[in-house]
């Protein structure tokens, strides 16, 4: 598959990691397992929620959107994944429902 630009051009696994992001806002995802370049949700990853006092802690806006031009961040995390094609995504946090910094393990060759 090439490079994703829209929400359209995505899986349903790539959009479903998507949707995650957005719903978690501010967090982490730890524990995905990649496989052949895409998410796995089984078994599901863990997640956890930031909270700040007096801040914006709900989903993104973008969750009710139908389609729309990806962040240069979740072109790069979906570029990532298939680079890696296996492995787990140990820590991946979000910020403001995209991906930030990511750290992941395969199996040494």
Same mark, same amino acid.
């Given at each position: 598959m090439s490079k994703p630009t829209r929400w359209n051009d995505?899986? #349903?696994?790539?959009?479903? =990691?998507v %949707?995650?992001?957005q719903r978690i806002n501010f967090g982490? $995802? *730890?524990?995905? $397992?990649? =496989?052949?370049? !895409?998410?796995? &949700?089984?078994?599901a990853p863990r997640? *956890?929620?930031d909270h700040k &006092?007096?801040?914006q802690n709900g989903a993104r806006a973008e969750v009710s959107l139908d389609d729309y031009v990806l962040k240069k961040e979740v072109v790069e995390? &979906?570029? !990532?994944? %298939?680079? =890696?094609g296996k492995g787990t995504i140990v820590n991946l946090? $979000?910020?403001?429902?995209? #991906?930030f910094l990511m750290t992941d393990e395969e199996a040494a060759a």
């Amino acid at each position: 598959m090439s490079k994703p630009t829209r929400w359209n051009d995505l899986t #349903p696994n790539e959009r479903r =990691l998507v %949707r995650l992001m957005q719903r978690i806002n501010f967090g982490r $995802v *730890q524990n995905l $397992v990649i =496989l052949e370049g !895409q998410p796995i &949700f089984d078994p599901a990853p863990r997640t *956890q929620r930031d909270h700040k &006092f007096g801040g914006q802690n709900g989903a993104r806006a973008e969750v009710s959107l139908d389609d729309y031009v990806l962040k240069k961040e979740v072109v790069e995390l &979906f570029r !990532q994944l %298939r680079k =890696l094609g296996k492995g787990t995504i140990v820590n991946l946090e $979000v910020r403001a429902g995209l #991906p930030f910094l990511m750290t992941d393990e395969e199996a040494a060759a």
